[in-house]
């Protein structure tokens, strides 16, 4: 393949280094001057000096493009393009030859290939032919993937016209109505119509989708057969280039037997609140905003309130004592998330203001894996308590041994948040060595080069010297001139020169890329004290952490920060840091077990309101199942193999947060999959908790 210089010597675009280009050319000089042009575009390059020896590099390489050659009389590279379309190998293909033969290239195309170039091609067509090739590409796989993802989508959806005449309907459309693509298209939408539904509802639907916003709601449609059935529908308006509606698209899903489950479900619901009126013992239920929503009899008549009380909206906090009332909220939002706690004894207080001891047990309420509320069981204690008054005395010497162990769990757990902090730390040391080593070789490099540019230029000089000396003292000697012509032509003095500079700043930006590592290491192990609470930026430590874990990512993740500016927050930082180091790396590690080919994505985005500065970190990873979400922030817990995780690592970011900051920390995974932690730090400063 000739390749030959392009005339203004640049290139439009920007390639990508880590795409690889084979090259197959029996020619030598031909093969090597093409691999050369492919590395000056910016690409990696490998080659191959034959057809068969390009087949044996597909299983072995991963080659995004083909550059063929096909020359006589052998016809070298046929056999490739053979083999790529009986395989069905989809990769582009760029066929250079020397042959304007119009059959060749007709053949070479109907083979798949994606251009046909005669030699000699210049670097600058070169490069744009593989940038269109692999654009092309990408976009044809793009294409495919969306086409197979409405086909295979489980829901129904159509695309109408701006007068609501089907153009397009996928095969989940079929199977919720009964009519097939080719009986749908053309129809008006119309041919759903039960008359279930009333006029009104669809002069609303109409009205609302033609002034260009979404509707969504529940229709009662008729299928092909004539059965009815209940969807939930959503429905997009598709605008064109002047802003006018040219089309709607419809997502549509059959709910018709959750409907059937929400009636059985009301009668279930009749059903347990017949039985639970049995029971001695009250019984409730509280929704996510803590107001009861259900209580049996018993519950009203110890309490004193009646079912029409509770249906106007009851805060369950006025069941208790008010100085019960704030570890009340505590508690509700720990069950709900799933975090265990001892306590189970509240003084309540009934309508009427007296008051009694109760022991309350409570179980979060769960649907799909999300908790909705809390349902709980109180039993009376009043008589239990005075019994207990009369143990008390004789437990003195037991509370201080209690007391001395809460002491000794305290001491041993701020020991186990250093271990784990210490661990963090020598995880990543091999990473940072090797992020400054990095910098440090180039920089070894650079200086090699300009020790020898330097000496040569030394030489020059020296000869400029000789040759002046000379002239003083003889007059004009042509042939000393014509040797330091040649010595400056030897020595390339222009190119020599203008290295230079690229030389010195190429080291220059080592030597910024050292000291920003080691400004980030420097504000990483800062260390305040465990209860002090300084202004801190958070984009800072986010920043910071992000260049001492690069190691623990790079491979894996491509990083996408999004950050707000913030008002500093007051906080501990190398804790706060700690948090953003377990949360970055446990991203990392949960996209690198998947073993993909491709890096997967975190992205980091910060915010704030008046109230608190917020910060979530999101991967497109695995996600946390939900059977074991509730458990990520308990000591010990991990998914991780043995010996790869302590499973203290988001236990004690927990902590962190939310005991030692009064702020919050919370997990959720998108239906798209992957997880997102979400952390909230108060704006003014949690008091710290004070050492046992």
Request: glycine share 6%; aromatic share 8%.
């Amino acid at each position: 393949m000739n390749v030959i210089p392009d005339s203004a010597g640049t290139l439009p675009y920007a390639p990508d280094k880590y795409t690889t280009i084979l090259v197959v050319d029996a020619d030598p000089v031909s093969r090597n001057h093409t691999a050369a042009s492919v590395e000056q575009l910016g690409y990696t390059s490998l080659m191959a000096d034959s057809d068969e020896a390009c087949i044996e590099l597909f299983g072995t390489c991963m080659i995004e493009l083909l550059l063929l050659d096909i020359s006589e009389p052998r016809k070298t590279g046929l056999k490739v393009l053979t083999y790529l379309h009986e395989h069905s190998i989809s990769i582009p293909v760029i066929i250079v030859s020397s042959s304007s033969d119009i059959e060749q290239a007709i053949f070479s195309m109907n083979l798949g290939a994606y251009a046909y170039l005669l030699k000699p091609v210049s670097i600058n067509r070169l490069g744009i032919n593989i940038r269109n090739a692999l654009t092309e590409f990408e976009l044809r796989n793009k294409l495919m993937l969306f086409s197979a993802a409405i086909t295979q989508l489980p829901l129904g959806v159509v695309i109408t016209s701006d007068q609501g005449i089907i153009e397009y309907s996928n095969p989940g459309f079929t199977a919720l109505s009964g009519y097939t693509e080719a009986e749908a298209k053309g129809q008006s939408m119309s041919i759903l119509n039960s008359g279930a539904n009333s006029k009104h509802f669809y002069r609303n639907f109409w009205e609302t989708i033609s002034a260009g916003k979404i509707w969504q709601g529940e229709i009662v449609n008729k299928k092909k057969n004539g059965e009815r059935y209940t969807e939930y529908c959503i429905v997009c308006p598709i605008t064109g280039p002047d802003a006018e509606i040219v089309h709607f698209i419809s997502i549509k899903q059959d709910i018709t037997q959750r409907k059937k489950e929400q009636e059985a479900l009301a009668e279930s619901e009749q059903s347990f609140q017949e039985l639970a009126d049995l029971l001695l013992q009250p019984v409730f239920e509280i929704d996510l905003t803590g107001n009861i929503i259900f209580s049996n009899k018993a519950g009203l008549d110890l309490f004193g309130y009646t079912r029409s009380d509770i249906a106007q909206g009851f805060e369950a906090t006025r069941l208790f004592a008010p100085e019960e009332r704030l570890r009340v909220l505590q508690n509700m939002t720990a069950r709900v998330k799933g975090i265990s706690f001892d306590n189970h004894e509240y003084i309540t207080q009934k309508k009427d203001g007296t008051t009694f001891p109760m022991l309350i047990y409570t179980e979060p309420i769960i649907r799909r894996g999300v908790p909705i509320g809390i349902r709980g069981l109180g039993i009376d204690i009043t008589e239990r308590k005075r019994n207990e008054e009369k143990l008390l005395e004789l437990n003195q010497t037991l509370e201080e041994r209690v007391r001395e162990r809460t002491q000794e769990l305290e001491v041993t757990h701020q020991q186990m948040i250093l271990q784990e902090k210490l661990a963090s730390i020598g995880q990543l040391a091999a990473g940072l060595a090797h992020e400054i080593n990095n910098p440090v070789n180039f920089v070894r490099i650079n200086f090699a080069t300009l020790r020898e540019d330097v000496n040569d230029l030394g030489q020059l000089v020296r000869e400029y010297r000789s040759l002046f000396e000379n002239i003083r003292e003889s007059g004009p000697m042509p042939e000393a001139l014509e040797k330091v012509k040649s010595l400056e032509k030897k020595l390339n003095v222009d190119a020599l020169l203008n290295e230079l500079p690229e030389l010195f700043d190429d080291s220059r930006r080592g030597f910024e890329r050292i000291g920003t590592i080691l400004s980030s290491m420097r504000n990483f192990s800062f260390q305040h004290a465990l209860d002090q609470r300084v202004p801190f930026d958070l984009n800072q430590g986010i920043r910071d952490t992000l260049i001492i874990a690069q190691n623990e990512y790079r491979y894996y993740a491509e990083v996408d920060t999004r950050l707000a500016e913030l008002p500093p927050a007051a906080c501990n930082p190398e804790q706060i840091n700690q948090v953003f180091l377990n949360l970055v790396v446990n991203c990392a590690h949960a996209i690198a077990s998947q073993k993909r080919h491709e890096k997967g994505r975190i992205i980091i985005e910060t915010g704030y309101d008046e109230e608190v500065v917020w910060c979530t970190i999101a991967d497109d990873g695995p996600g946390i199942p939900p059977e074991i979400r509730n458990r990520i922030f308990e000591p010990f817990f991990t998914t991780k193999e043995p010996g790869k995780g302590t499973g203290l690592g988001l236990s004690i970011s927990y902590d962190i947060i939310a005991n030692k900051h009064g702020g919050t920390l919370a997990v959720s995974c998108p239906p798209q999959g992957g997880s997102v932690f979400t952390i909230r730090l108060p704006l003014k400063a949690a008091p710290a908790p004070e050492a046992s």
